[in-house]
C-alpha cells in the first residue's frame, strides 16, 4: 500500500474529508468521541435532595449517645458522693495526724476530684452532641463517634460503678456502628434552607 492509497486507512485524508474519518461529529462543547460524560453528580447517592425526617439508625443513635451522656453523670455522681465521704473515711482509718498519710490522702482525693471534673465534662459534651442531632452537621456525626470511641476508655475505668462501665462500652460500641451507617452520613449532609 503506497501514501496516496485511497483505501489505506492509515494514510493521510484526502482534500474533501474530515479530519475525523469514520467518526461521528460531536456537538461543541461536549467532549470528544471515545470519552463519556458522567452523569450529574447526585447527593445522598441519587435519591433527590437528602432525607425529611431523621432516619430511625439516627435516632438510635442519638438515644445511645444520651444514655451515655446519662451513665457519665451518674458516674459523676458516685464521684461526687465518695468526696464528700472522705474525710470521713480518712478519720475512721486513723490517717490524720500523720503528714506523710494525710499528703497521700490529699493526693487521693484530687485524683477523685479529677475524675469527677472529667466525667462531669464528658456527660455535657454528650448533652451538647445530642441536642445537635437534629439541626447540626456532618461535624455532629463525626463528633459522635469519637465521643463514642472515648468512651469505650471511659467504661474501662469505670467498670467498678456498679457494672455501668460494661454497659457504657456496649453502648458506645453500638453508637459508632450507627454513626457510621450511610443513613446516618445522609442526614447529616442534608441540604439546609
Known sequence: MSFGDP?????????GQQPNYGYPQQPQGQP?????QAPPVQPYGGHGPGPTEMPGITRAAQIMLAVIAAAHLIVAAVYAYNLSQWDEVMLEAGVTGDSEAERFADLGKGIVVFFLALAAVYAIL????VLQYAKGG?????CSIVYGSLAIVTGIFTLAVYGLGLLIMIVSILLIVFAAKRATAEWFRRPRY
Open 7 to 15: 483505501n489505506n486507512p492509515y494514510g493521510q485524508p484526502q482534500g
Open 32 to 36: 470528544g468521541y471515545g470519552y463519556p
Open 138 to 142: 456532618n461535624a455532629v456525626r463525626v
Open 126 to 129: 454528650g448533652l451538647v452532641l
